[in-house]
């Protein structure tokens, strides 16, 4: 029998089969968690070489952030219906394509069409590659498949700016996009060869195009008015996208409200426990992507340091979430989530209140460092028990689908919070251009993000109050992308918790 022809559900971790699918798997959502922390890196590299403002590299950001969160429920559901593996092979050649594409992008205008390109893939690819796990391993070895999946993603998360600074200095920053080809390579003939073809034999209606359309489409307007303030202030160029963005949102609620099989179900927001820890993440998280996207911009334009200097500086918070982040959830289950969700936001607010210190001049160890690891310590409390928390809130059959939600919801808020963070800021088209400048309005942001951080705790002290429906430990605890909770399918058999 051929490794193709192994059965879904069958396949275990210490065979050959198993160790391909598994590759497959890790390679795919590399890319994807590379892609997110590289990118930013590179940003000041990109404006200078394609003379783009401040809002072009907003939207080099935000372009795949949103086709993303507003396709990423659609794609887990386009690979129950048409096969997981299908469906991911389709992202990860899609995702290359559009990181050939930024490669070679000769303007800003083009590199943000293809970054939104980009995020269509990454809307396919990210979902596919943990619903290969789920699906294709034997339930015994699930477990395992998934921390070693989860723990692999998590090295690729951390090592993600030192690899982004290192191919800006090196090669130059094309490369931060074009080092997904060698990775699709390896990654397609894999798939097709050794990971099993599985289905959702559930998976059943119409899918939801109208209401991914109106939620994207209500996303994109809100960025273009926000990021487009600075330059045009209140003027039909700003006014007209933002009031059209709310009209749109009004609509998309109304539609997912009425549909049969929307992509979104509100009435899953019925239950208070998972509506509160969502209010939660967006704040959380919309200062998350606000902080990432602005640091590597003061560390290169105010400090002067270079790519790999700055890349490698940021590297405190991801190695400690994949260190500590597992423990981390075991003490969140002994003590309450209220505490950890509350704790974890204010030591992420302190993180980024001593980030105000970072200026020209600044030194790494005394000035840089101290804020990275209270940012970390702070994420390390957060994340886990904020994902196991989504996880319990809701009965098991539904665990993967509120996982989604939570993704999107806190992609949604990055992407709002980088087009209007350094609006709130005051920032101009050409601020980093002016290191003086920019580092007066980065300690203002800074402020801002820690405000969020405070609010998003007082939220959960006040609101994280009903006890669990079920103990729950999520199965990617070390998955620690800085930008989005992880995605997680729940408990697969249905188990009240798993030692």
Same mark, same amino acid.
Request: glycine share 12%; hydrophobic share 55%.
């Given at each position: 029998?051929?490794?193709?022809?192994?059965?879904?559900?069958?396949?275990?971790?210490?065979?050959?089969?198993?160790?391909?699918?598994?590759?497959?798997?890790?390679?795919?959502?590399?890319?994807?968690?590379?892609?997110?922390?590289?990118?930013?890196?590179?940003?000041?590299?990109?404006?200078?070489?394609?003379?783009?403002?401040?809002?072009?590299?907003?939207?080099?950001?935000?372009?795949?952030?949103?086709?993303?969160?507003?396709?990423?429920?659609?794609?887990?559901?386009?690979?129950?219906?048409?096969?997981?593996?299908?469906?991911?092979?389709?992202?990860?050649?899609?995702?290359?394509?559009?990181?050939?594409?930024?490669?070679?992008?000769?303007?800003?205008?083009?590199?943000?069409?293809?970054?939104?390109?980009?995020?269509?893939?990454?809307?396919?690819?990210?979902?596919?590659?943990?619903?290969?796990?789920?699906?294709?391993?034997?339930?015994?070895?699930?477990?395992?498949?998934?921390?070693?999946?989860?723990?692999?993603?998590?090295?690729?998360?951390?090592?993600?700016?030192?690899?982004?600074?290192?191919?800006?200095?090196?090669?130059?920053?094309?490369?931060?996009?074009?080092?997904?080809?060698?990775?699709?390579?390896?990654?397609?003939?894999?798939?097709?060869?050794?990971?099993?073809?599985?289905?959702?034999?559930?998976?059943?209606?119409?899918?939801?195009?109208?209401?991914?359309?109106?939620?994207?489409?209500?996303?994109?307007?809100?960025?273009?008015?926000?990021?487009?303030?600075?330059?045009?202030?209140?003027?039909?160029?700003?006014?007209?996208?933002?009031?059209?963005?709310?009209?749109?949102?009004?609509?998309?609620?109304?539609?997912?409200?009425?549909?049969?099989?929307?992509?979104?179900?509100?009435?899953?927001?019925?239950?208070?426990?998972?509506?509160?820890?969502?209010?939660?993440?967006?704040?959380?998280?919309?200062?998350?992507?606000?902080?990432?996207?602005?640091?590597?911009?003061?560390?290169?334009?105010?400090?002067?340091?270079?790519?790999?200097?700055?890349?490698?500086?940021?590297?405190?918070?991801?190695?400690?979430?994949?260190?500590?982040?597992?423990?981390?959830?075991?003490?969140?289950?002994?003590?309450?989530?209220?505490?950890?969700?509350?704790?974890?936001?204010?030591?992420?607010?302190?993180?980024?209140?001593?980030?105000?210190?970072?200026?020209?001049?600044?030194?790494?160890?005394?000035?840089?460092?101290?804020?990275?690891?209270?940012?970390?310590?702070?994420?390390?409390?957060?994340?886990?028990?904020?994902?196991?928390?989504?996880? #319990?809130?809701?009965? /098991?059959?539904? %665990?993967? $689908? @509120?996982? =989604?939600?939570?993704? +999107?919801?806190? *992609?949604?808020?990055?992407?709002?919070?980088?087009?209007?963070?350094?609006?709130?800021?005051?920032?101009?088209?050409?601020?980093?251009?002016?290191?003086?400048?920019?580092?007066?309005?980065?300690?203002?942001?800074?402020?801002?993000? #820690?405000?969020?951080? /405070?609010?998003? %705790?007082? $939220? @959960?002290? =006040?609101?994280?109050? +009903?006890?669990? *429906?079920?103990?729950?430990?999520?199965?990617?605890?070390?998955?620690?992308?800085?930008?989005?909770?992880?995605?997680?399918?729940?408990?697969?058999?249905?188990?009240?918790?798993?030692?």
């Amino acid at each position: 029998m051929s490794d193709s022809a192994a059965d879904a559900g069958a396949v275990r971790l210490g065979t050959p089969v198993g160790r391909w699918v598994l590759l497959t798997a890790v390679l795919g959502s590399g890319m994807a968690l590379l892609d997110s922390t590289v990118v930013n890196v590179a940003l000041p590299h990109i404006g200078r070489d394609l003379d783009a403002d401040l809002g072009a590299l907003q939207w080099t950001v935000n372009a795949y952030m949103l086709t993303l969160a507003g396709l990423i429920l659609l794609g887990g559901s386009l690979g129950d219906r048409y096969g997981r593996r299908r469906v991911f092979v389709i992202g990860t050649v899609w995702f290359a394509l559009a990181s050939l594409l930024c490669g070679v992008a000769p303007d800003a205008g083009i590199l943000i069409a293809a970054r939104a390109l980009q995020g269509i893939g990454g809307a396919l690819l990210t979902p596919g590659s943990l619903a290969l796990i789920q699906a294709v391993f034997h339930p015994d070895d699930r477990a395992g498949a998934v921390g070693a999946w989860s723990g692999l993603g998590g090295v690729a998360a951390a090592v993600g700016p030192f690899v982004g600074g290192w191919l800006v200095d090196g090669p130059g920053w094309r490369w931060v996009f074009l080092i997904n080809l060698p990775l699709a390579a390896v990654c397609v003939p894999v798939a097709l060869k050794h990971v099993p073809e599985t289905r959702d034999p559930a998976a059943h209606g119409r899918f939801d195009a109208p209401g991914a359309a109106l939620g994207a489409l209500a996303l994109a307007a809100v960025t273009y008015a926000l990021i487009a303030a600075p330059d045009k202030g209140a003027s039909p160029w700003v006014i007209v996208p933002g009031v059209a963005g709310v009209l749109l949102g009004v609509a998309f609620v109304y539609v997912e409200g009425r549909r049969a099989n929307p992509m979104l179900p509100l009435g899953i927001f019925a239950v208070r426990q998972f509506s509160a820890i969502n209010v939660v993440t967006v704040f959380v998280y919309a200062a998350f992507s606000g902080f990432f996207f602005l640091s590597v911009l003061q560390l290169q334009v105010v400090v002067g340091w270079s790519a790999l200097e700055a890349g490698t500086a940021l590297l405190p918070t991801t190695v400690l979430m994949l260190l500590l982040s597992a423990r981390s959830g075991r003490i969140a289950q002994r003590v309450g989530a209220r505490l950890p969700l509350t704790a974890g936001p204010l030591l992420c607010a302190a993180g980024m209140l001593l980030m105000t210190r970072v200026g020209a001049g600044a030194r790494y160890w005394t000035d840089v460092l101290p804020g990275l690891v209270v940012l970390g310590l702070g994420m390390v409390v957060l994340v886990a028990p904020l994902t196991a928390t989504v996880l #319990a809130s809701v009965d /098991v059959a539904r %665990a993967g $689908l @509120a996982s =989604g939600i939570n993704n +999107a919801a806190a *992609r949604a808020a990055g992407l709002i919070a980088v087009a209007a963070l350094p609006l709130a800021a005051g920032m101009s088209p050409d601020v980093y251009r002016d290191p003086a400048a920019f580092s007066a309005s980065f300690d203002r942001a800074m402020l801002l993000c #820690a405000g969020a951080l /405070v609010v998003g %705790a007082a $939220l @959960a002290w =006040g609101t994280v109050r +009903a006890p669990e *429906r079920r103990v729950c430990h999520p199965e990617c605890e070390y998955h620690c992308g800085v930008t989005s909770p992880p995605l997680d399918p729940g408990d697969a058999q249905g188990l009240p918790g798993r030692s």
